[in-house]
């Protein structure tokens, strides 16, 4: 806003300096036309007046400052014609009733007119001044008359005044009205630029204390807004801790008569049917954890803690190789940045599961792109097709129709995962493998967190 401000006032400044300076030139060309009018006039009366006493015409007798009497006009190839002088020129001596066969009007370098500088010499001494290095002449034939009458006359000096008070008055204009709006914006802009920030802040990590919460400052509306903000915050956490409390009171009452359930099963004798009634229940639980923490994901309890994403890469590794699945560790990079352990293991035990139960393995490797952590997980199953993708990452969805535990679970592992992943500011890409990896088949889990 401020450079449009300043780009808008060079503009006003620019289309001022032409008006002023066009009209300083006219002021300046009406002056010297009514000068010349004034001397040609002058000139023209004396001349008959003296035809009248004396019965004779002079040529090249001095009046004042190179005006004389002349044969022929003294315009040469080489002075250049002043058209507009002379056109205000013409209207002046046509406004005084005097009339005229021919009128010329042009501008010369003093050095090239002698009558000038002999004035110049006479009134200043030795040299005129610097300034003063072009001559106006007019040369005027009255009607009836064969002469031409040449009057003269010095433009006015040009100086640095002009300039000076347009450079003067654009820096004031810029100071009092750039530096206003400044500050105007400066009061409405830093509350707004805090409000952002705890608007980003609050959709990375809704536990935030209301200590942190912005306070109303700036202009009316921009008090209100942030009031507004603070309002709708305090709602969302009371609704999130509601959630929470709810969360945990179906959790504690369904685990409990499940609880309950796994120790009545002991008493059936039938081996199989206990295995199976067993297996059912546990899968209640798994798909109960998974729904609780999938709503928790976004108002964690623990915080942040800096910690090696490598090693624990490396250890989540390990949990699958000790249980003989075939998951193979390959390139890592010591990469250290602010976590939630315990979720991120989820998110990865998630996303190597996930490989091992379709794809019957799992490459893990860690990368660092910029300024983001990069862990990917690749298998060398059948893929998904790219229409599909999508689909994938929203709860209860997938590939396998079924809902055994054995096959694939209740669908929330890549959604759990998604979640985590933007719980620390990072995405989760699904991609099926081209060319780049090796010419393999199958799926790309690619975790990507800012470090």
Same mark, same amino acid.
């Given at each position: ?27 300046? #060309?009406? %002056?010297?036309?009514?000068?010349? =009018?004034? &001397?040609?006039? +002058? /000139? ?5 007046? *003296? $035809? ?78 610097? #300034?003063? %290095?072009?001559?106006?002449?007019? =040369?005027? &034939?009255?009607? +009836? /008359? ?5 009057? *003269? $006359? ?298």
């Amino acid at each position: 806003m401020l450079l449009a401000v300043a780009l808008a006032l060079l503009l006003g400044q620019a289309i001022s300096a032409v008006i002023i300076y066009r009209a300083e030139v006219a002021r300046a #060309d009406n %002056s010297i036309a009514h000068t010349l =009018a004034f &001397r040609l006039i +002058g /000139a023209q009366a004396f001349d008959a007046r *003296r $035809d009248a006493m004396r019965g004779m015409r002079g040529r090249g007798t001095r009046r004042s400052m190179g005006l004389v009497s002349a044969n022929v006009s003294p315009r040469t190839s080489q002075d250049r014609m002043r058209g507009n002088l002379q056109e205000r020129l013409a209207q002046v001596l046509s406004e005084q009733g005097i009339a005229f066969t021919a009128l010329d009007v042009f501008e010369r370098p003093l050095a090239d007119d002698p009558p000038a500088q002999n004035f110049l010499r006479r009134r200043f001494g030795a040299s005129p001044p610097p #300034d003063r %290095s072009q001559v106006i002449v007019a =040369a005027m &034939r009255p009607a +009836g /008359a064969s002469h031409w009458i040449v009057a *003269r $006359d010095l433009p006015p000096a040009r100086t640095g005044r002009f300039v000076r008070l347009l450079l003067l008055q654009t820096v004031l204009t810029y100071i009092v009205l750039v530096g206003a709006i400044a500050l105007l914006l400066r009061r409405i802009t830093g509350p707004l630029k805090a409000l952002t920030g705890r608007v980003e802040d609050f959709s990375r990590d809704p536990a935030m204390s209301a200590d942190a919460r912005v306070q109303p400052a700036g202009p009316t509306d921009t008090r209100r807004l942030i009031i507004a903000h603070n309002r709708m915050e305090q709602r969302i956490g009371a609704l999130l801790d509601e959630k929470n409390v709810m969360l945990g009171a179906i959790g504690h009452d369904l685990k409990t008569p499940l609880a309950a359930l796994r120790v009545r099963i002991e008493s059936v004798e039938d081996e199989d049917e206990r295995a199976r009634m067993a297996a059912t229940i546990e899968d209640i639980v798994r798909t109960l954890d998974d729904i609780l923490s999938l709503a928790r994901v976004g108002r964690p309890s623990d915080p942040l803690e800096t910690t090696e994403l490598s090693a624990l890469v490396v250890s989540v590794v390990e949990e699958f190789e000790d249980m003989g699945d075939p998951v193979e560790l390959g390139e890592t990079q010591r990469i250290v940045l602010p976590l939630r352990a315990t979720w991120l293991r989820r998110a990865l035990r998630n996303l190597i599961g996930n490989a091992v139960r379709y794809a019957g393995g799992a490459d893990v490797s860690v990368e660092r792109r910029g300024n983001r952590a990069i862990v990917r997980v690749m298998d060398r199953g059948p893929g998904i097709p790219d229409g599909q993708i999508s689909a994938m990452m929203e709860p209860f969805a997938r590939g396998d129709p079924s809902r055994n535990r054995g096959t694939g679970g209740a669908g929330l592992g890549l959604t759990l995962a998604r979640a985590i992943a933007e719980q620390h500011g990072g995405t989760l890409i699904l991609a099926n493998r081209d060319a780049d990896d090796g010419g393999a088949t199958g799926l790309c889990a690619e975790l990507s967190l800012p470090v």
